[in-house]
């Protein structure tokens, strides 16, 4: 079956630290990539898409992604972390018209 | 105003009561979904819309059942609501032209606790 891996159920980082946020998925077929962002008492907000165009994508806050497909990777960056970014992170993968396979999420945790 | 909406945001309930919670969207989109979110294991699909007449089971069903009642709104049903129930619900819609894109927009959740 195919599955999503973020490594890391939390993670720490200081404030103004690089952020790296680890989303690994199964299938050697190149799929669709997506990271979402949760804040606290909120739904789930669209971060970024992979969708076969630049392996590099650049998404909202600051924050970007680079497809690997040799890693079949899918890693999440942010260059300095800001207090606003502490949140729950999700990366999901499709393969099909119709399902999203979801990791199990990363809790970022800013430092002051 | 919010392009997907969900009723109630916060629910207690007891073993054993049916509840119903409700999803509205303005965005337009054919295809619907409800998930759950348990801590430490992401979002699991509990049924999914592709119009008012095709709705299918996801990977986590039992105990659930979902309404169709037009394109905009999507209800779940927990018919006898169970602890292990106790869970944050999210619905989300999208596009069926985004093709393999999937890309799905949430509604805020509704955070159901069942005594």
């Known amino acids: 079956a195919q599955s999503v891996t973020q490594l890391g159920s939390h993670v720490s980082v200081s404030e103004g630290a690089l952020v790296l946020l680890r989303c690994n998925y199964s299938s050697s077929v190149p799929p669709y990539l997506f990271w979402y962002v949760q804040y606290p008492n909120q739904g789930l907000q669209l971060l970024l898409k992979?969708?076969?165009?630049a392996t590099l994508v650049k998404g909202i806050n600051g924050f970007e992604a680079e497809f690997k497909k040799s890693e079949t990777s899918f890693h999440l960056t942010k260059p300095s972390a800001h207090m606003s970014d502490a949140a729950e992170y999700f990366c999901?993968?499709?393969?099909?018209?119709?399902?999203?396979?979801w990791g199990a999420g990363t809790k970022l945790i800013i430092k002051p | 105003d919010a392009d997907v909406t969900q009723t109630p945001r916060n629910r207690i309930t007891k073993t054993g009561k049916r509840i119903m919670l409700e999803c509205s969207q303005t965005k337009g989109h054919d295809r619907m979904y409800w998930y759950r979110q348990d801590p430490g294991l992401g979002l699991r699909l509990i049924y999914y819309?592709?119009?008012?007449?095709?709705?299918n089971k996801g990977e986590i069903s039992d105990g659930y059942s979902v309404s169709r009642q037009a394109q905009a709104k999507f209800s779940l049903s927990l018919e006898s609501a169970i602890p292990n129930q106790t869970a944050l619900y999210f619905c989300?819609?999208?596009?069926?032209?985004?093709?393999?894109?999937?890309?799905?927009?949430f509604g805020p959740g509704t955070r159901l606790t069942v005594l």
């Open positions: 819309s592709f119009d008012v007449k095709d709705i």
């Open positions: 989300a819609t999208s596009d069926h032209t985004s093709g393999s894109r999937n890309e799905q927009f």
């Open positions: 992979y969708t076969s165009a």
């Open positions: 999901a993968v499709s393969y099909s018209n119709y399902q999203l396979i």
